[in-house]
Nanobody, 122 residues
Framework: QVQLVESGGGSAQAGGSRRLSCVAS????????MSWFRQAPGKERNFVAA????????RYADSVQGRFTISRDNAKNTVYLQMNNLGPEDTAVYYC???????????????WGQGTQVTVSS
């Protein structure tokens, strides 16, 4: 089992940037594929980005491709989401998630963090 704690949320101006972090407990972090999801007010939670356990594979939602970058540091048990050129449509609670199977990173991760709020004003 792994516990996930997100940080780095807050406010940003349109066109600005923020970096989210997610620290995982346990010594098996490097065996998990990691994802970021987000949920805007009144909407369902959607996939944002994923990275394989080694960092060798990444996936992005079309809406963030080219603006967001997911990365990880297995020595620090941490996954990051660098968000650039933010817009009001990026306002959401961002969740970190962990999966044991790559095929599930976009749909059914096994573990979830509690989320961190990102608010982008125009």
């Amino acid at each position: 089992q792994v516990q996930l704690v997100e940080s780095g949320g807050g406010s940003a101006q349109a066109g600005g940037s923020r970096r989210l972090s997610c620290v995982a407990s346990g010594r098996t972090f490097s065996t998990y594929h990691m994802s970021w999801f987000r949920q805007a007010p009144g909407k369902e939670r959607n996939f944002v980005a994923a990275i394989s356990w080694s960092g060798g594979n990444t996936r992005y939602a079309d809406s963030v491709q080219g603006r967001f970058t997911i990365s990880r540091d297995n020595a620090k048990n941490t996954v990051y989401l660098q968000m650039n050129n933010l817009g009001p449509e990026d306002t959401a609670v961002y969740y970190c998630a962990a999966s044991t199977e790559w095929i599930l990173v976009k749909t059914r991760p096994a573990y979830w963090g509690q989320g961190t709020q990102v608010t982008v004003s125009s």
